[in-house]
């Protein structure tokens, strides 16, 4: 497989693949000066699109670890809300814009993703924020900055993000 084909898995032209896959509620096209950045536990990662590649740090990313963030930037752009409640929905947990009964005001989990050469100056990434587990432990209540919805997502989705990060952290070989 080639390393240009992050999103779904499968082999693609570079010359006629835009890289693009959004059924879910954020859009990542691979393109020359993309950029993830996940934060958890005050801590942040940032990963680069350059050269066709997905580098983090001076790292180009292979094996296991390609393999783990192509898994998730499948999930991010294909997983489709569980449930979406829309603010009037939330009517009851008056006080919370913040989203903190549902972990929000201060998220478990933060991707972020910056658009690469197509990006205009004041554009601003899609944020995608993880809070609590719902109370059976299987799905995540989410929000997009600047969408006053609150979403439950799938738990797999954070799994993913979270077993990145080890394997990033690690040092683990590819």
Request: proline letters at 4%.
């Amino acid at each position: 497989m080639a390393n240009h084909d992050m999103l779904q898995g499968r082999s693609s032209d570079p010359q006629t693949d835009n890289h693009e896959h959004s059924d879910g509620l954020i859009t990542v096209e691979a393109t020359e000066g993309s950029r993830i950045v996940i934060r958890k536990d005050k801590r942040e990662w940032q990963l680069l699109f350059k050269n066709s590649e997905w580098k983090y740090g001076n790292e180009t990313l292979s094996g296991a670890r390609l393999n783990l963030l192509q898994e998730l930037l499948s999930m991010l752009t294909g997983a489709e809300p569980v449930r979406t409640f829309l603010p009037e929905d939330l009517a009851h947990v008056s006080g919370d814009e913040e989203g903190a009964e549902y972990g929000l005001a201060e998220p478990k989990l933060q991707v972020s993703v910056f658009a690469g050469h197509k990006q205009q100056v004041g554009d601003k990434p899609q944020v995608l924020a993880f809070g609590h587990a719902t109370p059976d432990g299987s799905l995540r209540y989410a929000r997009k900055a600047g969408d006053p919805a609150l979403y439950v997502m799938s738990g797999f989705v954070y799994e993913q993000a979270e077993m990145l990060l080890k394997v990033l952290t690690s040092g683990l070989e590819n």
